[in-house]
């Protein structure tokens, strides 16, 4: 079977687990050559603070993005819970520049701020995971493109998995990355009690009150996961506990032709401890050419 190649992924080991939908690879398809990736330090580092925000009207506000490289086939990156593209003294920093310098040498990238977070403005409009999968799919349309492969982190996953149920057509490729299907479930009880209190806490900024309700009122996609057709990678790391690595596990088993790699001893979003890893492991699968089982 078809697997990311180990010398792909140096300093941490990497499990590829091949599940009943498991890793492509029947008769008919075939991976593309994996081609390494220059190491980070070979490359033009990429500075967000030196990248200018754009702006793009999309559903009744003004959405912030950051564009970076300029070849290349794009990739949408939707950040998480409590995060912003650019610094904020409130918020986390979405990206790591290392992730980004290597992902766009390969990729033209952008990534942008939710309504109502960091430079994005907002409206009275009632935030829910939908209206956010829908922000993603205008802001793709007003890029000039009719699809993008999407990479979405923590509650940019959940926000992805309703993209591809909602908008299929507007999503080539799609990683996602420290994975729940619902905040609800008993596995993910801690981050649960942090988006709870979160939303209960009104010295928190509005913005972020609205993720936490859109969250909480989020009906999840498990029964819609076992539908989505598109060549799907998802990653955790294995000391993760906001998402543990067997809601990821159980998520693979419902998207025919998935690939799941758990990233040993790598917390919630490892891409800020293994930047290198995580954007090596996405431009392998990026530039892989494989379908899913069903397509076949």
């Not at 979160?198 to 999840?220: D, V």
Request: glycine share 8%; net charge negative.
């Amino acid at each position: 079977m078809n697997r990311i190649h180990p010398a792909l992924i140096t300093g941490a080991l990497i499990l590829c687990v091949l599940l009943t939908a498991g890793c492509t690879g029947t008769t008919g398809t075939s991976a593309a050559t994996p081609v390494p990736t220059q190491a980070a330090g070979q490359l033009t580092p990429v500075s967000i603070h030196a990248t200018p925000v754009q702006y793009k009207d999309v559903n009744g506000v003004r959405l912030a993005y950051w564009e970076f490289g300029s070849s290349g086939e794009p990739v949408l990156l939707i950040e998480g819970f409590d995060e912003t593209v650019a610094n904020d003294t409130l918020l986390k920093v979405a990206w790591n520049e290392t992730f980004l310098t290597i992902l766009s040498s390969k990729y033209h990238v952008y990534a942008y701020d939710h309504r109502g977070i960091g430079y994005s403005s907002d409206n009275n409009v009632t935030h829910t995971i939908p209206l956010y999968a829908d922000d993603a799919a205008g802001l793709i349309r007003a890029l000039g493109y009719d699809s993008m492969h999407v990479y979405g982190e923590s509650m940019g996953s959940s926000v992805s998995q309703q993209l591809v149920i909602d908008h299929p057509d507007q999503v080539r490729k799609l990683i996602l990355d420290s994975n729940t299907y619902d905040i609800r479930i008993p596995a993910c009880r801690n981050l649960f009690t942090v988006i709870q209190e979160t939303a209960a806490n009104s010295s928190a900024p509005a913005g972020l009150r609205n993720e936490a309700t859109a969250n909480l009122a989020w009906n999840g996609t498990w029964d819609s996961l076992s539908g989505i057709n598109k060549s799907v990678l998802l990653m955790v790391g294995t000391a993760d506990i906001a998402t543990p690595q067997s809601v990821s596990v159980g998520m693979a088993g419902q998207i025919n032709g998935s690939w799941l790699v758990r990233f040993q001893g790598l917390p919630h979003v490892g891409s800020h401890e293994a930047p290198v890893q995580y954007a090596e492991t996405a431009v392998y699968f990026l530039g892989t050419d494989e379908a899913p089982l069903s397509a076949q």
